[in-house]
């Protein structure tokens, strides 16, 4: 698993985090919409940002207060599956 786990020490937020790089904006944009399909499915949204070939996916739970649960590390489990 290449998440990395990030607390901000002065929000107290925490989120785990996963960089992409893909071969182009359509690969890219591709993946996207399998994640934005199973994020649907399980009721979850991942915060991310996209530049031409880069994902960056960060996983936290709102509704726990910005902190990681095992609800997280499950939707990065999956993503993982969907492959690369």
Do not use: C
């Not at 020490?9 to 960089?19: C, F, L, N, P, W």
């Not at 960056?56 to 599956?81: M, P, Q, V, W």
């Amino acid at each position: 698993m290449n998440w990395k786990e990030i607390k901000n020490t002065e929000s107290g937020d925490e989120y785990i985090q996963r960089e992409l790089v893909f071969k182009d904006f359509i690969s890219t944009w591709a993946f996207m919409n399998k994640v934005a399909l199973l994020a649907e499915k399980l009721g979850h949204h991942p915060d991310w940002s996209n530049s031409y070939n880069k994902l960056t996916i960060r996983l936290s739970s709102h509704d726990a207060g910005n902190k990681i649960t095992e609800k997280d590390r499950n939707f990065a489990d999956l993503i993982d599956k969907l492959g690369h």
